[in-house]
């Protein structure tokens, strides 16, 4: 998983916009996704982009897709206290394996203070 | 529907000693998955299974065997479990096909000593 990067630590006042980034490693990588992990915990899917659109919105989500600089960004609107949790960023890679293995990174923690 | 379901959800064991844990989802998925997650990493895979039957080694699998005789059940065992092995063990399932999303179970926190 360490080949997906992101950085570790995010902290926002809660109603403003969280911004968190996300580089990945395969141009080969059909489908980035975006999980939410609260504490003690599961990973559930918030939001997934496929390789051929640049944008996508969910409601308070949108998902921006870099592919010439293989950069995914997650933007919350509207943060609020409940969105504390921990992100990862996911690449499912096609290279190699029909069975299109995920990828993680390390998450972000993201606080949102009241 | 359940979902992905894991047993136990909490496991103390010591040194050699051995366990399974088991994974059992009620979506007709066809593939399934063993992550385990240390603190400050993203998940890694374990074990994945593309079918009953069958079982491939992903990127971490030493020390650890699994199997899968049922299509909604994959279990995961250690045989001779070591302080190293002390992690929170995740198991996903998915349909067939590049599309489809992982779903996840709640975890098991498991701590060799």
């Known amino acids: 998983g360490e080949d997906v990067e992101q950085s570790l630590f995010l902290s926002v006042r809660e109603g403003d916009s969280s911004v968190i980034n996300c580089t990945y490693t395969?141009?080969?990588?059909?489908?980035l996704y975006w999980y939410k992990q609260e504490p003690g915990a599961g990973l559930q899917l918030l939001t997934y982009?496929?390789?051929?659109?640049d944008m996508k919105q969910d409601q308070r989500l949108t998902v921006l897709l870099n592919k010439k600089d293989k950069h995914l960004s997650l933007r919350i609107a509207d943060t609020q206290t409940g969105d504390s949790a921990i992100y990862f960023c996911?690449?499912?890679?096609?290279?190699?394996?029909?069975?299109?293995?995920?990828?993680f990174g390390r998450g972000t923690q993201l606080t949102v203070w009241p | 529907n359940a979902g992905v379901t894991q047993t136990p959800k909490f496991r103390v064991l010591k040194t050699g000693q051995s366990m399974t844990l088991l994974c059992a989802q009620d979506?007709?998925?066809?593939?399934m998955y063993w992550y385990r997650q240390d603190p400050g990493m993203g998940l890694r895979l374990i074990h994945y299974?593309?079918?009953?039957?069958?079982?491939a080694k992903g990127e971490v699998p030493d020390g650890y065997n699994v199997s899968r005789l049922k299509k909604q059940n994959f279990l995961l065992g250690l045989e001779s479990a070591a302080p190293s092995q002390t992690s929170v063990y995740f198991c996903?399932?998915?349909?067939?096909?590049?599309?489809?999303?992982?779903?996840f179970g709640p975890g098991t926190r498991l701590t060799v000593t």
């Open positions: 996903a399932s998915s349909y067939k096909g590049q599309k489809y999303e992982q779903y």
């Open positions: 395969d141009s080969s990588s059909t489908y």
């Open positions: 982009i496929f390789s051929n659109m």
């Open positions: 996911a690449e499912k890679r096609r290279r190699g394996s029909t069975l299109g293995r995920l990828y």
């Open positions: 979506m007709n998925h066809e593939y």
């Open positions: 299974s593309v079918g009953e039957g069958t079982t």
